[in-house]
């Protein structure tokens, strides 16, 4: 069954430093996702992914999907505090929608 | 600006006790979702609901859960005989027709004790 492996598990970074958090797939993707979750506040959307060499930007976020459509990537830049919180990636386990598997999640702190 | 409300934030219930969880999802959506995630591991999918009728289901969503959407604005997830591992974070979501982001609710914590 298809899995989705994320990296780092958690990470600590310095207020304005880069960062990049990585979601591998053992299949080809459909479509890949990235969620944001922060304690109550439910889940939300960042970027969604479908081609192979795909990239996309959204203010200092940045997610790239490989050619091979099975590994993501998120770069943020010049963190800040409000990007603290759990990054989750998500990709279709099949062509129709949102019937998605999710990676771990990778905890971001912010520190000032 | 638009969202998905799930309610209640949280329910704790007995087990073998039928527990509704209520979502309302985003009102021009057509596409609806549950999802769960129990403490400490990954989300999982459940189900997914358009056109009135279930359109994807996961090997979770067995006979003891059921979904429904009674009166076009409220989206329903039943689980009828709860067990103590069925305690997790529920979410709900919607999306339109045509939309690649999916809305998500707050969630619903349900324990089982």
Known sequence: ?112 | EPEVTQTPSHQVTQMGQEVILRCVPISNHLYFYWYRQILGQKVEFLVSFYNNEISEKSEIFDDQFSVERPDGSNFTLKIRSTKLEDSAMYFCASRPLGGTEAFFGQGTRLTVV
Not at chain 1, 10 to 15: F, K, P
């Open chain 1, 1 to 112: 069954s298809q899995e989705l492996e994320q990296s780092p598990q958690s990470l600590i970074v310095q207020e304005g430093k880069n960062l990049t958090i990585n979601c591998t797939s053992s299949k080809t993707l459909y479509g890949l996702y990235w969620y944001k979750q922060k304690y109550g506040e439910g889940l939300i959307f960042l970027m969604m992914l479908q081609k192979g060499g795909e990239e996309k930007s959204h203010e200092k976020i940045t997610a790239k999907l490989d050619e091979k459509k099975q590994q993501s990537s998120l770069h943020i830049t010049a963190s800040q505090p409000s990007h603290a919180g759990i990054y989750l990636c998500g990709a279709d386990r099949f062509k129709s929608n949102y019937q998605l598997i999710w990676g771990a999640g990778t905890k971001l702190i912010i520190k000032p």
